[in-house]
């Protein structure tokens, strides 16, 4: 299981080369990946996106749309990728200032534009979606939406040996989640009688049950 190191050198990974990059790098790099030539065409095909949570900056998705893609095809992937726990509403914009679902991407945004996001209107998990630029490759019109780079697991210390944490307890933390390693967990949940979560790759870990869809090593 890759993690995010401490120097940054490298923070996630480009879904077509599997190559390390960071968070700066990642854009650039997606637009002339070698391994995507065959998709690549003269032409806009739609819009490269970033997704970021508004307080965890370690946490981010990139994802690409075609033309016809609509706002609740991307809220379908953000829920599939990182936040679906519970079935909780979500909306694009602004509480009172909601933006339709059924709108279409690429004739409501353009490059620059930041359009927020929250899931879950109690416990909520707020994320803002910048649109990073335009994109020349072709996108599958079954997945008009598609996840092409995203963050390593960021790095977590156990707060009793300072390992990498595979879990965090919902009940003791406070303004941070305190996480766990493996060794850990048995004797934290035996003096506390806590209720341990195992980690996600997500901002909505340890938030409201939420568990990963995948195992942590699996990226894409």
Known sequence: MKTQTKSKKFEGQCKFCGQDFSKRQ?????????????????????LMLGIYDSYLKDFWLIAETNKTAKLKD??????DVWVECCGHLSLFGNYGREISKNKIIFDTLRPGDNLPYIYDFGSSTELVIKVLGYTNYKIGIK???????RNYLPQASCIECGRQALYVCTECG???????????IKKHDEDKGCYLLPIANSPRSGV???ESPKPLEQLF
């Open 26 to 46: 990642i854009a650039a790099h997606l637009a002339i990946c070698e391994k995507r030539e065959n998709e690549k065409t003269g032409n806009i095909q739609g």
């Open 74 to 79: 991307l809220d379908q992937l953000i829920r």
């Open 143 to 149: 997945n008009p939406v598609e996840l092409v780079a």
């Open 174 to 184: 406070d303004e941070q989640m305190p996480f766990l390693c493996e060794k850990c």
């Open 208 to 210: 409201c049950g939420y």
